[in-house]
């Protein structure tokens, strides 16, 4: 038996081993026998480390015996097996230079009376009873999914959805690792215990996944994955993330923190588009079932996590709902513990829009501009109609007339060029846009029930005046576990959102270009001025001497005429069952009930303009008689929108490891749901809000139009009728998924299902095919590779089939149904599909491929993932037999391809107690193809130019332009053809003569963030970039061409200034086409044709890429030292600014997101600022 002596035993141990043997004998009961080096080793015991260093743990005696007065004796090979341990320069106490590497559990300590320590094995004794324990984070909330390994072994256990764990065949030196992701890990010595609670601290310089929540599970919706060994394409926002957004919903709040997800003007689409005319939307889940409700329904403070399954092994299990993505929404729950009551409340301001970026025109330059069209196009009769003219226009009609002289019109002019309407309507209307949320939420528990409620509102202003939407929510969740074997759990989040609001006026609408600017809404004694509106002052007299409504409009009076309220509540229902059959073998019972209902009114009394037109116009005079068509009175129409759906599922979980190396995880189920919506609509006329009477009216006759009617045209026409529409989606679903993993490195998966569908055909060729995915990963053994930068990396590769539906059509005949009857009092309706039998679902066929990686000590970490998605039998509409009663039919009749790559990045640049600065840069492409679609549907240039169309080897959403040719001596813009030949008009173009520019969608989007924490203080941005994509020039969007004056209708972008106005102009290649062109013998017809090359025209295609800073955030945490004194768990101060900065690749300074070609720059978005508070008692 050989012993090790340090220091000056070291020399002569050998003479002296029988008189050691003999002092342990002799002093074993007069000391204490296992005690650990805490419990014998002075708590002041220091000592000083001089530079870095590896040493073993014979060194580490060496080091404390030589600045102590300690002695240890143990035998020489007793650490053989422990490794060598690095020491960083510094002072440290003696006792936890000795936890670094002894294990006070496998070892026994004893201290003599001269300060000698002999350490001895402890003999390792088998515990029989299973343990159990269960692991929480620091908020007391369960973690799942967390390693509980043996050290030293592969055997080990998973926890469940709710933290347990069960583990057997322990002995009492066994070492327990429990790790996660995002937490530290903590190593547990088992000893004697019996049930061991763990609680795991978020750690800030570990990451074991690239998970933007630092979670490292997976919830797919229909189970529980570790991050570490999943094959498929996930990617989880936890609330850690969530939460540091104020956004109301959450869709918004995930903006560049997942590869692949784009928010592109607020759509989500995940890796493309993969269908032609089905659903685009990315399936929601709920808690584990389909979602049917409303985004906004859901209080993003409520969410545990968001997670996005990307590829078809993530998603496939959802069958053929599933090609657009999955994104899987997890609600927080109880915990176990004593109560936590926590409140949240933000309050944000959003100022009024920018007026500089609109860049309309000044009330001086619009005059001047109007002056110019005046002159240059053809006088009318319209001076003497019965349709209003601008004030401008009057003012010029007289004056040529000789009613005014050229002293007074100058006078009357330059009075217009010095009034500015917008003033006026920001004072009157508008205010800057207010939002609050407020979230109290309460949560708590035992091991045997843990529950979670929070109570939250929310207003989302908006900037016209006194027209917030306001939101009450409510949820209730509980968990019940009554045995081992039997768990229950039972949810409620219900909504109600409401608003009430006067909206005669649209200030905002105003405030753009949909007016002119010298207008105003007060006159110079501060009384509501009076605007030419429609009809002119003459037919407003005529109308009156009828003993018709005045038709006189002064908007400020219109305020209150009007009044929109709405009504939406909602709620829905899940309730679970898990009971445990066997030790490996679960079954999962759970159902969910949605309902929502959709009210709205709009009120408008007998004073408002439009009924008072309305009233006017269908009346007629027939023999002296008039007869009012349209009551008198006020006018209310009102819509519903229902919605009720249910989900049913049941599901065998099986899970068990074989001999310490082969994890099998197995689920069956079945599924049945269904969801059914509803709309409809009334329209009362005479309406009488005290008594609730109304009148009816002849709604066949008038839909149908009559004639001689005291309206400008003479004819009325009653339209807005509400068609009936109810859609009934039902589904029956079988599905199974299995993977296998093999020795935690390499992994299978395969899933399977199969979906039947009202929505589908009957053709047996097309029933009963399943959709399917196959995966693989394998995690690379690092360290024998023997690369010490490289810690970590993980291949994986799947390929499978998701779906789409189309629910337009389907075996049946689709009809709608009008609320207006027919001659015989008899409901109408109208065939709008006919039965298809035909009709399947699209396919889309998902090859993913994908590699994660941690690098330098996991200061770097990261993934890059190549994905192919191949879409078959994707509905298009094609051309049918007019005889037949549809001039085009939906058919399974296309194909398209989406590729992509998606990289993410993650650096650790500095992680210290006081400072951590950490990154992620997320860089997504996808490209897009039509890669069969034989018919062409049009041959009409206008077509294209104006509206997608499809066209096989081109992307979705192609920006056709036409080939600008310049302007000619007369102001007119002219264009070529392919084969270089000039034309004069639009007319004389053909498809093939048009110019690919580009695609209206972004292929490339990116993000940068950061995140900065000094102490108490917390600093993070996020910039997001969209690219690659083209958009027309606001020159190309609303651009007046005149044949009369009075065209002119509003005002327009400055940069209609800069227009041809006589020969010679044309050699400025950025002049504007002339006002006012040829007259041929169709002059409109000419104009309109010509206007199109402008509007159409390749110079007007430009580059819409953009980089916005979407978010910079301050966040302070308050000391717990301060907190302790008010009661306070945590307390933390944010200030947020969303929007500070822009830059777009374009040249009139568009914003992408808001830009609508229409001629309008659209509302400018605004920096947002927040201010937020986050409190824990």
Known sequence: MNFNFTKEFYFFRKSTKNIIMRTILMLFCSTIFSFTPADIISQNAKITINQDKTVSVDEIFDIIQSQTTYTFIYRSDLFKEIPSVTLNKSTIKVKDLLSKVISTNQYSFELLKDNTIVIEKKVARVIQEEITGNVTDEKNSPLAGVSVLIKGTRRGTLTDFDGDFKIKGLKTTDVLIFSSMGFEKQYIEVGDKKVINVVLKESSNELDEIVVSGKKTVNTGYQVLSKAKSIGSYEVVGSDVIETKFQTNILDRLEGTVSGLSLYRGTPVIRGVSTLNGEDYPLIVLDGAVYEGDLESINPNDIENVTVLKDATAASIYGVRSA????????????????????????????????????????????????????????????????????????????????????????????????????????????????????????????????????????????????????????????????????????????????????????????????????????ENGNPAEWNYIKSDSEIERLISLGLLDQSYYPLNQLKEVKTSSKSPSAVINVGTEIKLSESLGLELRGQLGYGKTHSEIYASEDSYNVRNMINDATQIINGEVINNIPYGGQITETFYDRNSYTLRAQLNYSKTFKEKHDVNVILGGERSKAVTESYGFKRYGYDPESLSFTDVDEATLVAGIQTTQSVLGTFTLGGQTIYQNTDSRYISGYANVSYMYDDKLGFNVSARMDESNLFGKNPKYTYRPLWSFGSNYIVDTESLSLPWLNRLKVRATYGISGNVFDNS?????????????????????????????????????????????????????????????????????????????????????????????????????????????????????????????????????????????????????????????????????????????????????????????????????????????????????????????????????????????????????????????????????????????????????????????????????????????????????????????????????????????????????????????????????PTYTFAINLNF
């Open 324 to 523: 657009n993505g999955v994104i899987v929404v997890t609600t927080k729950r109880g915990i176990v513990g004593k109560p936590t009551l926590s409140y949240s409340s933000s309050f944000q301001i959003e100022p009024l829009p920018s007026r500089s970026y609109q860049n309309l025109m000044s009330s001086p330059e619009f005059v001047d501009y109007q002056i110019d069209v005046f002159n240059a196009t053809v006088s009318d009769t319209r001076k003497t109609s019965t349709l209003a003219l601008d004030e401008v226009n009057t003012l010029l009609y007289a004056h040529e007339d000789g009613l005014i002289s050229t002293e007074y019109l100058n006078s009357e002019l330059d009075k217009l060029r010095n009034l500015d309407g917008y003033d006026q309507v920001v004072d009157e209307l508008l205010t800057p846009k207010i939002t609050q949320q407020h979230n109290l939420a309460l949560r708590g528990g035992t091991e045997k029930h843990q529950y979670a409620l929070s109570l939250n509102y929310s207003s989302r202003g908006s900037f016209e005046k006194d027209r917030p939407v306001e939101q009450l929510g409510l949820n209730v969740k509980n968990y019940f576990k009554f045995n081992d074997w039997f768990k229950f759990d039972i949810s409620l989040l219900g909504s109600y959102g409401f608003s009430d609001y006067y909206s005669g006026v649209s200030g905002i609408a105003l405030l753009g270009a949909s007016r002119l600017p010298y207008e105003v809404l007060r006159d």
């Open 810 to 1166: 389907g075996p049946f005949a689709i009809a709608s149904i009008s609320t207006i009857l027919n001659e015989a009092g008899e409901t109408q309706a109208n065939i709008t599909s006919p039965p298809n039998e035909d009709l399947r679902w699209e396919q889309t066929y998902i090859t993913n491929i994908g590699i994660d990686y941690e690098l330098f000590s996991k200061k770097l970490s990261g993934s890059i993932e190549f994905y192919n998605k191949r879409t078959v039998d994707a509905v298009a509409y094609v051309d049918s037999d007019p005889i037949l009663g549809w001039t085009s039919l939906p058919k399974n009749y296309a194909s398209l391809n989406n590729r992509g790559i998606e990289l993410q990045i993650s650096p650790k640049f500095i992680t210290t107690d006081d400072f951590r600065w950490s990154g992620n840069l997320i860089l997504s492409y996808n490209r897009n193809k039509v890669t069969e679609f034989v018919e062409e549907r049009t041959t009409y240039v206008y077509d294209y130019v104006s509206e997608n169309q499809l066209r096989e080897g081109q992307e979705l959403n192609t920006l056709y332009a036409i080939r600008y040719a310049g302007l000619n001596d007369k102001g007119a813009p002219t264009a070529y053809k392919a084969d270089g030949t000039l034309v004069n008009s639009y007319l004389d173009l053909s498809p093939e003569d048009l110019v690919d520019k580009g695609t209206y969608d972004p292929p490339y989007h990116a993000s940068l963030s950061n995140n900065i924490t000094y102490k108490q203080f917390n600093l993070s941005f996020l910039f997001i970039y969209y690219g690659g994509h083209v958009q027309r020039d606001v020159a190309a969007g609303y651009y007046p061409t005149f044949r009369y004056p009075y065209e002119l209708t509003r005002n327009i972008d400055k940069v209609h200034l800069n227009y041809w106005k006589q020969p010679g102009d044309e050699a400025d290649i950025n002049k504007s086409p002339g006002i006012n062109w040829d007259n041929a013998s169709n002059p409109n017809q000419v104009l309109s044709s010509q206007r199109n090359i402008w509007t159409y025209a390749d110079v007007n295609v430009q580059k819409a890429d953009y980089v916005k800073l979407r978010n910079i955030t301050l966040a302070y945490t308050v000391p717990k030292i301060i907190l302790d004194k008010v009661n306070l768990s945590s307390l933390r101060l944010t200030l947020d600014v969303r929007n500070p900065f822009r830059w777009a690749n374009n040249r009139n300074n568009l914003d992408p997101e808001v830009w609508t070609e229409d001629g309008s720059r659209g509302t400018a978005i605004m």
